[in-house]
């Protein structure tokens, strides 16, 4: 049977799985190579897709979806359950990741980046174009929000607040400084590393003040004295 799909045209071959149960389905796609998995996966309509891949193994579920153009994988993305999506988007490798939650409606990819382990989600939101990381970001529960700003590269991390709407970054902000004075001294030594004193400052002005004046003591005094003239 795996032979007969692999040589059959993906949209036929669509037709045919989009009409069998799940669990046969699953079976023929993990013994198909990838390329002819995914090539079939994409034509499939999006929900039925969602439920064949959430069956899968987290890891070859992954292997598929990395090869499945990324406007389709966003869609099947945003068909299946928030934990099961989570669970593959681990394993995706970051760069095909990055692409498919650019895709994704903003607030069904913040929920599933909320389930995703805090280093992979920092890799995910580094690897995006920074608008669209900015979008996520501001859909994130704050205190996963801030977990992911800390775990990413300072100057990366630096650059999706200040492209955030004032008001995310003041709340993630404040919620790494109340965890951490000392990750939010570093990210402020990131801020100005980056040349994103101006912007930045906008956020601290906006800040509690015990929370600004925490994270500019926690900073280098170059730092903090470049974010202060502002």
Same mark, same amino acid.
């Given at each position: 049977?795996?032979?007969v799909?692999?040589?059959?045209?993906a949209?036929?071959?669509?037709?045919?799985?989009?009409?069998?149960?799940?669990?046969?389905?699953?079976?023929?796609?993990?013994e198909m190579?990838?390329?002819?998995?995914a090539? +079939?996966? =994409?034509? %499939?309509?999006?929900? #039925?897709?969602?439920? !064949?891949? $959430?069956? @899968? *193994?987290? /890891?070859? &579920?992954?292997?598929i979806?990395e090869?499945?153009?990324?406007?389709?994988?966003?869609?099947?993305?945003?068909?299946?359950?928030?934990t099961?999506?989570?669970? +593959?988007? =681990?394993? %995706?490798?970051?760069? #095909?990741?990055?692409e !498919?939650? $650019?895709? @994704? *409606?903003? /607030?069904v &990819?913040?929920?599933?980046?909320?389930?995703?382990?805090?280093?992979a989600?920092?890799?995910?939101?580094e690897e995006?174009n920074t608008?669209a990381?900015?979008?996520?970001? =501001?859909? %994130?529960?704050?205190? #996963?929000?801030?977990? !992911?700003?800390v775990? @990413?590269?300072?100057?990366? &991390?630096?650059?999706?607040?200040v492209e955030?709407?004032?008001?995310?970054?003041?709340?993630?902000?404040?919620v790494v400084?109340?965890?951490s004075?000392?990750?939010?001294? =570093?990210?402020?030594?990131?801020?100005?590393?980056?040349?994103?004193?101006?912007?930045?400052?906008?956020i601290?002005n906006t800040?509690?003040?015990?929370?600004?004046?925490?994270?500019?003591?926690?900073?280098?005094?170059?730092?903090?004295g470049?974010?202060?003239?502002?």
């Amino acid at each position: 049977a795996v032979d007969v799909f692999e040589e059959m045209e993906a949209e036929d071959a669509a037709e045919i799985f989009e009409q069998v149960d799940v669990e046969t389905a699953v079976e023929i796609i993990e013994e198909m190579n990838s390329t002819s998995a995914a090539a +079939i996966v =994409e034509e %499939v309509e999006a929900e #039925a897709a969602a439920e !064949i891949i $959430e069956e @899968m *193994n987290s /890891t070859s &579920a992954a292997t598929i979806v990395e090869e499945v153009e990324a406007e389709a994988a966003a869609e099947i993305f945003e068909e299946m359950n928030t934990t099961g999506a989570a669970a +593959i988007m =681990e394993e %995706v490798v970051v760069e #095909a990741a990055a692409e !498919i939650v $650019e895709q @994704m *409606n903003t /607030t069904v &990819a913040a929920t599933i980046i909320e389930e995703v382990v805090v280093e992979a989600a920092a890799d995910i939101i580094e690897e995006m174009n920074t608008s669209a990381a900015a979008d996520v970001i =501001e859909e %994130v529960v704050v205190e #996963a929000a801030a977990e !992911i700003i800390v775990e @990413m590269e300072g100057e990366s &991390a630096a650059d999706v607040l200040v492209e955030a709407n004032v008001t995310s970054a003041v709340e993630i902000v404040e919620v790494v400084v109340e965890a951490s004075e000392e990750d939010a001294g =570093e990210l402020l030594d990131a801020v100005v590393t980056s040349n994103n004193t101006e912007s930045f400052a906008e956020i601290l002005n906006t800040m509690d003040e015990n929370s600004t004046a925490g994270a500019l003591l926690a900073s280098t005094p170059e730092s903090g004295g470049a974010l202060v003239e502002e």
